[in-house]
């Protein structure tokens, strides 16, 4: 039977786009080339953080505050422990003009949160070293999602409702059995679409570590620790979910990263750096065993924007890409756009068009 549309890529993206098409009555065919949420995938790492935060960036705001019903929605209905209900906590000092909009943007979108002074910060979550001068932002119904497993979950939920679910390896000019295609293929996007995006998306190496918590403590767990980003560092963790380890890792850009041949071994370098940091910031830390390390990728564009829109040249052909460093929490969000589009009932927005893409990719994606 002939799919009404086939969504390739069976990461955070690509799965809600294919549920939404689903909820409206499409024939949906979701094919990946590695299988959904596999270990190669920007949605293949055990966690990530969703927090309504974003300084002046206020639209991915506002997508937060939708996706996460929508994420709560997926655990209530399948398995609980898909979402951590732990908050996020922004640290930051001074006047800093990042925090600064982040709070006003939230009170204009009545998103709960409170403004912690230095003393309330350390009187609330004494882990961590509190340098004079310092503030933060906690808000209480951000949280984790268990992220590999959430993506693994609503495949299965779709596929029991009638979405086709195949592993295959889709390149564009291969027949595939559907009307509308989208590419939502995360890293591997300006591989398969060279001359359109090789200088449009280009990915990074992005390495993450899981450090061993005190024995017989709770301090780090997601009851007592909330996921938490330090904005003039760039650095963010998640607390000791389910007992695999403290979850630590640097925003910034590292270098250029091939998804299907890059070896995924962290350096001694970043081992090093992280440790420093924990000796500085988190002491209890200090000289914690590494557990865990995984490198997984970026892959974000010049303007820090996910690209979601029509191929330039080919009229049924879809591209979705650009969102890792902070795509995965507004995967509902993304699929109610694209999925919009698709069908005729939404409104293009120029931030996430073709045309808006330069060449090069942005500092960061706080």
């Known amino acids: ?204 190496r992005q390495e993450v570590l899981f450090f061993g918590t005190p024995s017989g403590s709770d301090a780090f767990s997601p009851l007592r620790m909330p996921c938490w980003i330090d904005v003039s560092q760039q650095v963010y963790g998640l607390p000791d979910l389910e007992s695999r380890g403290f979850k630590i890792a640097n925003d910034r850009r590292g270098a250029q990263f091939n998804p299907d041949t890059g070896e995924r071994t962290v350096s001694a370098a970043t081992i090093e750096i992280v440790r420093e940091y924990l000796r500085s910031r988190i002491p209890a830390l200090a000289h914690a065993p590494l557990l865990e390390s995984r490198v997984c990728q970026y892959e974000n564009t010049s303007n820090g924007d996910y690209l979601l829109d029509r191929h330039p040249e080919i009229e049924n052909v879809w591209l979705a890409g650009g969102g890792s460093g902070h795509g995965f929490k507004h995967g509902p969000a993304v699929g109610a756009y694209l999925s919009g589009l698709m069908l005729g009932s939404g409104t293009a927005d120029e931030r996430f068009s073709f045309s808006s893409k330069a060449e090069g990719i942005t500092a960061s994606s706080l």
């Not at 935060?53 to 929605?73: F, N, Q």
């Not at 908050?87 to 009545?110: I, R």
């Not at 999602?145 to 390149?171: D, F, K, P, W």
């Open 1 to 204: 039977m002939r799919a009404d549309v086939a969504v390739i890529g069976a990461g955070c993206f690509g799965v809600w786009i294919a549920w939404h098409l689903h909820r409206a009555g499409r024939r949906v065919l979701l094919i990946d080339a590695y299988g959904a949420a596999n270990s190669r995938a920007s949605s293949g790492d055990e966690s990530r953080i969703i927090r309504m935060g974003y300084g002046p960036r206020e639209h991915y705001t506002k997508w937060s505050v939708e996706s996460l019903p929508l994420w709560r929605a997926l655990a209530s209905r399948t398995d609980p422990s898909l979402f951590h209900d732990c908050g996020a906590l922004w640290m930051t000092s001074g006047a800093d003009p990042f925090a600064l909009s982040t709070v006003a943007v939230l009170e204009q979108y009545d998103v709960s949160h409170q403004t912690l002074n230095e003393h309330e910060l350390r009187q609330r979550f004494p882990q961590f070293a509190v340098p004079e001068g310092s503030w933060a932002i906690l808000e209480p119904e951000a949280g984790a999602l268990m992220a590999r497993r959430a993506i693994q979950t609503l495949v299965r939920e779709m596929v029991a409702e009638g979405v086709t679910y195949e592993q295959s390896a889709v390149r564009p000019g291969d027949a595939v059995d559907a009307e509308q295609i989208v590419f939502a293929c995360g890293p591997w996007l300006p591989a398969l679409f060279p001359e359109l995006l090789g200088k449009r998306i280009i990915p990074t």
